[in-house]
């Protein structure tokens, strides 16, 4: 199957605009963040790609790993294990009023049923790690401020995903 090398997902979410995305090697495809999880974006990843998914995520916000719950292998960096892990700073129901007031929820989705995604990541991610997905290498870039593990994606060609 002949693949377009990259894919970029726009997600509406209330007033914001979220991006996801899709860069398809030649082994393995790389998703670069997950949205909400609200609704399942593994099925919509599948028919972009037909190669193993691995996923990472620019940083570890609710609204950006929800859909991590699809992607067993995924990457995280270092400094936001702990949050994977119980101890996310804001609780699940401010978490939750967020979500009820700034999204266009799906029919039949309940805010009260909205979980934060928790895991262990198949890769610990560092400053200048590089993912490769077969003919491409990405470069792992660490940035943080917004977060303290936030992770901007490079591959030399030019393109930057943060």
């Known amino acids: 199957m ?7 997902l726009s997600v509406n979410i209330g007033i914001e605009r979220k991006c996801i995305a ?4 030649n082994t393995r495809s790389l998703l670069i963040d997950t949205g909400l999880g609200i609704s399942n974006i593994y ?4 028919k972009l790609t037909d190669r193993p998914i691995v ?3 620019t940083h570890i916000h609710w609204d950006y790993i929800g859909g991590h719950k699809y992607f067993p292998d995924f990457y995280a960096h270092a400094d936001e294990l702990e949050w994977l892990n119980g101890k996310f700073p804001l609780s699940i129901e401010t978490v939750g009023e967020m979500v009820g007031d700034r999204c266009d929820l799906p029919e039949g ?6 979980e934060l995604f928790q895991g262990l990541p198949t890769k610990v991610l560092a400053d200048l790690d590089v993912i490769d997905i077969g003919g491409r ?5 660490h940035t943080p401020g917004h977060s303290p593990g936030h ?7 030019g393109d930057i995903y943060s």
């Open 2 to 8: 002949k693949l377009t090398q990259i894919h970029i």
């Open 43 to 46: 099925e919509e990843v599948l």
């Open 109 to 114: 989705f309940c805010v009260s049923d909205y």
């Open 22 to 25: 899709i860069l398809n090697g």
């Open 137 to 141: 290498e990405i470069e792992v870039l």
């Open 151 to 157: 992770l901007c994606f490079w591959e030399k060609a």
């Open 55 to 57: 996923a990472a995520a």
